[in-house]
């Protein structure tokens, strides 16, 4: 089978590779579609520290049965389904106590030391596994995972209804969280970007009326700043800044990826004085499920989300689409439709 090898930061080829067989408890997925995530440009380019290389990377992914180990229980060859890509030990002191995502001996596919999704087959643990409903198209299958990571930011941020939420980054991850924001029941969305074209394509194409390039254009429909504020960026200065636009007892959720090692300022007597709240949140943790549930009501529009779709084989024209930061989401279709 064709995937893509990462074998070692900075070597990235299409290579040729035998089928995966499956383990006992393992089942066999032809990928049906993956998408290119920020993380993945880290992983090629050196920058993400629990990768092992050489790795088949992509953890973004759906796609269909062909095959099942023998002690599989919950799947049959033929059935469509998504890949929660966390492989958490399950014995640590924070596995055992139900925070899988901040494994000691953390693990994803495609992220870690697991062969992923930019390949005809990945062959993964039945309990990672997800069904997905028949109608589910393989773009929104792939679309699971990083929407799963949105939903696991609202279970951090734990927001109520009729609130309102300014989100900095018009990227993909800040409009996913901005629809799952509008579908939790929010009074006001508003987005930040400092490229006008992201912002014109948040309104005219997803219905976002409030976006603007910097904090004071919303003086007027929000004097006293926003309740939940999502840093979607991953860049520092921006989590650093996004603080003035907190609400009194407002939150601050750092969902984008900074740079290890950056430090941000606050004024820790502003934190105190107004009861500001200030959250990160790690990919995935109970909220896969959550998310195919999400995708399934229509409150995403997996449509306008996909902008850009290659074949493995076009793995390289599809990375420098990405890099240079203009669709939304970069997906590598595989051979299950
Ligand atoms: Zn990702
Ligand atoms: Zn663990």
Redesign the pocket.
Known sequence: MKAVMVNEPGAVRVVDLPDPDPGPDEVVVRVGAC?I????VHIIDGEFPPTVYPIVIG??FGGVVTAIGENVKGFSVGDRVGVD?TLNCGACYYCQRGMGNLCERWNAVG?GHHPGGFAEYVSVPERIVYPIPEEMSMKAAALI??VS?VVRGFHRLQPQTGETYLIYGAGPMGLLNAQVARYNGASLVALIDINPSRLERARNEFGFEHVATNLDEFKEIAPRGFDNVIEATGVTKVAEAAIDAVKRRGKLLLFGVCPPGEKASYDAFKIYNEEISILGTM?VLNSYGPAIDILSSGAIDTERMVTDTFSIDQFPEALVRVRSGQGLKVQVAGTSA
């Open positions: 998408g995530c920020g993380t993945d953890h973004e890509p992220v995972e990083p990571c990919a």
